[in-house]
């Protein structure tokens, strides 16, 4: 702030630079912690456009993608490469597969926390940089904070999801509620082992959870998400435990109920996350098993949320044999309808 405030002439390249680090420093981050395919498949949204659009900017303009110079390239690819950085590596030294550590956690928080504390720190020195650059380059300014330090706190969706989709064991749980006998004919009182299976998972999570925040400081907005990403990802794998149903009574939709129920008042007392994130998700997909005829088209239609399997397995096992063959198929014609337009 000193060298801008004294040499003024120089203060645009000062700022353009600095700007050029914290680029980077971002891109390290999301390379190392935060990229993932598989994430963008889940349809929930992890990386907003934004985070995407600045992530490619940042790529294009100054990373160097190229692994050795190309003795063929033309004279202007040779300069334009010369603006640019290489691609940055994560030390061998950083583990990110124990789950002991909850992959990596500790290095996770110190990296993206200390990004969005640079991000705020820009926020605090925006009136100071906006008062000493020239009026030509104010807009590259307002560029850099619009489309790159309003983005920093953005990763963390992406990156602790990644922790999140590993930290509980999901497979498992979708595996036991296949065994699951659903067509039961009286009124069960005690709830599906899959139920104790998660929430062992989750008090497994929260020792972890604990035992990283004795190494390193785990911020409350970063442990909320961490827990919400988790739960999230279970209330949705035990809707898709529902969704694999062959056979359901009316008891057994009752049981539904009462392992959801069951499942909730354990975990809350695990966590102060309120509300409990997709509670509705779950909780609206087992009501749905009462309905009607009449009434399942036009929730079908209301409830573009589920994927195309929850909904076809709410058609065939639900109303069953309740139903003719003409009836179904309008049903099963109303889903296609509404998943026409994901493909």
Known sequence: MQMMSI??????????FTSQLFDYYLYAIYTFFGRNDSLESTGLGLSSSRLRTTLNRI???????????????????????????????????VVLTSGDTLYGLAERVVATESL?????????????????????????????????????????????????????D???????????????KEI??????????????????????????????????????????CIRLANRTIVEGYATVKKCSNEGR???????????????????????????????YIKAYYLTENDMERWIKEHREYSTKQLTNLVNVCLGSHINKKARQKLLAAIDDIDRPKR
């Not at 040499?7 to 353009?16: E, G, N, R, S, Y």
């Not at 129920?261 to 695990?270: A, G, H, I, S, V």
Request: proline share 6%; no cysteine; hydrophobic share 45%.
């Open 170 to 184: 999901y497979e498992q749980m979708l595996l036991l509620m296949t065994n699951v006998k659903w067509d039961v």
């Open 188 to 229: 069960m009182s005690q709830h599906n082992i899959y139920v104790d299976a998660l929430l062992k998972e989750f008090e497994q999570f929260n020792r972890r959870l604990n035992e990283v925040s004795k190494k390193v400081r785990i911020p409350l907005p970063v442990s909320n998400i961490l827990w919400e990403h």
């Open 7 to 16: 040499l003024k002439p120089i203060a645009f390249d000062v700022i353009h």
């Open 59 to 93: 790529q294009e303009s100054l990373i160097d993608l190229e692994v050795s110079a190309d003795s063929t390239a033309t004279l202007t690819a040779a300069e334009e490469r010369k603006e640019k950085i290489p691609s940055p590596h994560l030390s061998h030294l």
């Open 254 to 284: 009752a049981l539904m109920q009462l392992d959801f129920q069951q499942f909730l008042m354990k975990l809350e007392k695990l966590t102060d996350i309120r509300p409990i994130p997709d509670k509705e998700f779950v909780e609206t």
């Open 116 to 168: 969005v504390f640079l991000a705020e720190q820009f926020e605090f020195l925006q009136p100071h940089l906006d008062a000493v650059m020239p009026a030509v380059k104010k807009p590259f300014l307002q560029q850099f904070y619009s489309q790159t330090v309003s983005t920093a706190s953005e990763l963390r969706k992406p990156i602790y999801w990644i922790v999140a989709g590993k930290a509980i």
